[in-house]
Every structure is written in structure tokens, then in C-alpha cells.
T-cell receptor, first 108, second 116 residues
Framework: AQRVTQPEKLLSVFKGAPVELKCNYS??????LFWYVQYSRQRLQLLLR??SRESIKGFTADLNKGETSFHLKKPFAQEEDSAMYYC??????????FGTGTRLKVLA | NAGVMQNPRHLVRRRGQEARLRCSPM?????VYWYRQLPEEGLKFMVY????????ESGMPKERFSAEFPKEGPSILRIQQVVRGDSAAYFC??????????????FGQGTRLTVV
């Protein structure tokens, strides 16, 4: 079955603390994974994709095929990081499957 | 490029009426996706279309829901005889067909359907 699991609905951290948003996937083929973010009153937008191996706004995500995970990390959270984060997988037929999302709240 | 445009942004329907949600993909994009977001829940895949073809409708309810993406014009998600449980935000996304799976999906701002 093709599935993306984000176990935490809500994650609250203090400003300056490290952040890790968990994502696990189930996919029989070679996975292509993404993180999307939705800031308040804005549309959902791409944050990063695993193939690019890039760091965006201080966030990184490493694909771990052994653990079938693609956790999103940032060493020092900022208040403007507060948003809804979705992990997503694209299948061989170009279908995007999203997790249920994690709401990140960064407290002052 | 204006981005993915969805209209209306807000739609109120009485139980039993029909709801039509429109999505104009970004210029040059031939893949369109519809997702539903219920309150306090994540995005649920509904249907994936290419021009004039439904590729995957495994997330669509068997009755009352239909989608199309005609050769000309926007993609339409149609809900007949709406019920209160259809109240949700419906998001459309589009992506280009560049032959890779590394393509980004661009989202519209959604249509919030309220059934009264």
C-alpha cells in the first residue's frame, strides 16, 4: 500500500529549540519525497524535495530507506516557522500522496 | 503566470443542491489533482486527471462526486445532492508533465464548501 504517515498532529517547541517533524512512508518502488508547508492564510507550497538535498529556511530532510523515513529537521526553531507541514510522496504514475500533516507551533 | 486559480473561494449550498468547484491549472500544466481537507484533518487525495482523462479516482466517493478536465477550460469537481458531511476545503493542484517525478505540485487557495 502507498501511504505517508505523520504521527504527530501537533508539535510545540520553544524558540531556539531543535525541531523534528516525523514522516514515514510505505511505497514499493523508488520513493520521491517532498515536504510542503502551509503558513497561515497562504496556499500550500513546496518546502523541499529529497532529491535536491537542499536546505530551505534552515530545514533539511534526509531520506532513510532502511527506516522508510523522511523526517524534517531544523536545529533552531523560529517563530515564523509556525505552520502546517505535510510530507508527500509521488508515485510512478505522478500521483501525490500526502500525510495528514503536523501543525508546528513555535513558542516565544 | 497567475498560479493555480480556484473559484469560488467560498461556496454555501443547501442540502440537496449541487456544488461545482472550478480549478484553472498553471499555464502549461497538464496534470490536475483534487484533494479534500476536513476540519482538523490532512489532505485526502480524491482524483488525478490529465486533459480529457481521469487517471486515478480511487479517492472519490462512489456516488454524487465526479470530476472532469476538458480539453478547453478549467477542471471541474462536481458534487451532486450535497450533504452536511461534504463541508470541507477542496484544494486543487497542478503539475507539469516533464517526464520526471521530481516535479513540484502547485496548489490553489482552495474552495471552502459549507453545506447548510
Amino acid at each position: 500500500a502507498q501511504r505517508v504517515t505523520q504521527p504527530e498532529k501537533l508539535l510545540s517547541v520553544f524558540k531556539g529549540a531543535p525541531v523534528e517533524l516525523k514522516c514515514n512512508y510505505s511505497y514499493s518502488g523508488s520513493p520521491e519525497l517532498f515536504w510542503y508547508v502551509q503558513y497561515s492564510r497562504q496556499r500550500l507550497q513546496l518546502l523541499l524535495r529529497h532529491i535536491s538535498r537542499e536546505s530551505i529556511k534552515g530545514f533539511t530532510a534526509d531520506l532513510n530507506k532502511g527506516e522508510t523515513s523522511f523526517h524534517l529537521k531544523k536545529p533552531f526553531a523560529q517563530e515564523e516557522d509556525s505552520a502546517m507541514y505535510y510530507c508527500a510522496l509521488i508515485t510512478g504514475t505522478y500521483k501525490y500522496i500526502f500525510g495528514t500533516g503536523t501543525r508546528l507551533k513555535v513558542l516565544a | 503566470n497567475a498560479g493555480v486559480m480556484q473559484n469560488p473561494r467560498h461556496l454555501v449550498r443547501r442540502r440537496g443542491q449541487e456544488a461545482r468547484l472550478r480549478c484553472s491549472p498553471m499555464k502549461g500544466h497538464s496534470h490536475v489533482y483534487w484533494y479534500r481537507q476536513l476540519p482538523e484533518e490532512g489532505l485526502k487525495f480524491m482524483v488525478y486527471l490529465q486533459k480529457e482523462n481521469i487517471i486515478d479516482e480511487s479517492g472519490m466517493p462512489k456516488e454524487r462526486f465526479s470530476a472532469e478536465f476538458p480539453k478547453e477550460g478549467p477542471s471541474i469537481l462536481r458534487i451532486q445532492q450535497v450533504v452536511r458531511g461534504d463541508s470541507a476545503a477542496y484544494f486543487c493542484a497542478s503539475s507539469p508533465s516533464d517526464g520526471t517525478r521530481n516535479t513540484e505540485a502547485f496548489f490553489g487557495q482552495g474552495t471552502r464548501l459549507t453545506v447548510v
